[in-house]
């Protein structure tokens, strides 16, 4: 069975760095083909594509975001981390990452929400 | 980025119903599109794949169709399970986008 469960600080200021967890069973991201995206979303909006990670370590980011984003794995713990530099209101959403099947989002987590406040 | 439009924005509709939800890509995505349910509160799950597969444990209620361009959910007689938040998501190279989402309500 396959289940992820992202984890965040919950709330944090802007210009601060927001790190994001993302815990998962089920699968192993040594395994080829294997891939963990994180996706966003404000409250009452729609969803917005951030990063994945691919098995072999190869990284893909959103463009628009690109600058702020770093995507990391540690694949003997089964967790993926999601880290975006100097937050600001404008980043507040829940979180969620995914296991990708091929290049679409075949398993979510429950979603952490991050708010940015001062 | 290829962008996607959903059609229409929100619908009501009955238990029963059938209902066909469309999505425009800007540029030919040739089958590469996915369909996800969003429940209130949830997290989104996978219902269609590659336009037209339906992932595992989807009723098949559920039907995708399309491809280039144009692409169509229909869901044939509505459950209550069955209201909530559609979106589409191109799975044609990087960056994966998403639709705008389309809101099926009960009437």
């Known amino acids: 069975q396959v289940t992820l469960k992202e984890s965040g600080p919950g709330i944090l200021q802007p210009s601060q760095t927001l790190s994001l967890t993302c815990s998962f069973s089920g699968f192993s991201l040594s395994t080829s083909g294997m891939g963990v995206g994180w996706i966003r979303q404000p409250s009452g909006k729609g969803l917005e594509w951030l990063a994945h990670?691919?098995?072999?370590?190869?990284?893909l980011y959103n463009p628009g975001l690109k600058s702020r984003l770093t995507i990391s794995k540690d694949t003997s713990s089964r967790q993926v981390f999601l880290k975006i530099a100097s937050v600001d209101t404008a980043d507040t959403a829940t979180y969620y990452c995914?296991?990708?099947?091929?290049?679409?989002?075949?398993?979510w987590g429950q979603g952490t929400l991050v708010t940015v406040s001062a | 980025d290829i962008q996607l439009t959903q059609s229409p924005a929100s619908l009501s509709a009955s238990v029963g119903d059938t209902v066909t939800i469309t999505c425009r890509a800007s540029e030919n995505i040739y089958s590469y599109l996915a369909w996800y349910q969003q429940k209130q509160g949830k997290s989104p799950q996978l219902l269609v794949y590659?336009?037209?597969a339906l992932a595992e444990g989807v009723p098949s209620r559920f039907g995708g169709s399309g491809s280039g361009t144009q692409f169509s959910l229909k869901i044939n007689s509505l459950q209550p399970g069955d209201f909530g938040t559609y979106y589409c998501q191109h799975h044609y190279g990087s960056p994966p986008t998403f639709g705008g989402g389309t809101k099926l309500e009960i009437k």
């Open positions: 995914a296991r990708m099947q091929s290049t679409w989002f075949a398993y």
């Open positions: 990670i691919w098995w072999d370590d190869v990284k």
């Open positions: 590659s336009a037209k």
